[in-house]
């Protein structure tokens, strides 16, 4: 199983900052990319920031200039500097994760890995005016 935990959610005033934190726990065999999204009340939810293995980045547009999203990968960790905030920045953030895991508390090579597509349980940002 892999399972990931999001903190640093809150409540700000706009213009203010943030910074979200992801870990990924579990039997990891390897983490690929990583995605924060978020959730507002009556939307769907949309990509915010994602990155790679490699660390390489990409933005919504709303949010270039603003947020940093970056990786620890020693820690199975990830994070979203969230600057100059916006009320419409207000939502719930779920952190992403596309993993291969293993089965059991260790690593056995003749077993199969098992691919993951694991998503934290949120954590409420609300930016005031």
């Known amino acids: 199983q892999v399972q990931l935990v999001e903190s640093g959610g809150g409540l700000v005033q706009a213009g203010g900052s943030l910074r979200l934190s992801c870990v990924v726990s579990?039997?990891?065999?390897?983490?690929?990319?990583m995605g924060w999204y978020r959730q507002a009340p009556g939307k769907q939810r949309e990509l915010v920031a994602a990155i790679t293995s490699s660390g390489g980045t990409n933005y919504a547009d709303s949010v270039k200039g603003r947020f940093t999203m970056s990786r620890d990968n020693p820690k199975n960790a990830v994070n979203l500097q969230m600057n100059s905030l916006k009320p419409e920045d207000t939502g719930v953030y779920y952190c992403?994760?596309?993993?291969?895991?293993?089965?059991?508390?260790?690593?056995?090579?003749?077993?199969?890995?098992?691919?993951?597509?694991?998503w934290g349980q949120g954590t409420q940002v609300t930016v005031s005016s």
């Open positions: 992403n994760a596309d993993a291969l895991g293993y089965s059991g508390t260790y690593y056995d090579p003749s077993t199969p890995l098992k691919k993951y597509d694991a």
């Open positions: 579990g039997s990891i065999f390897s983490i690929n990319a």
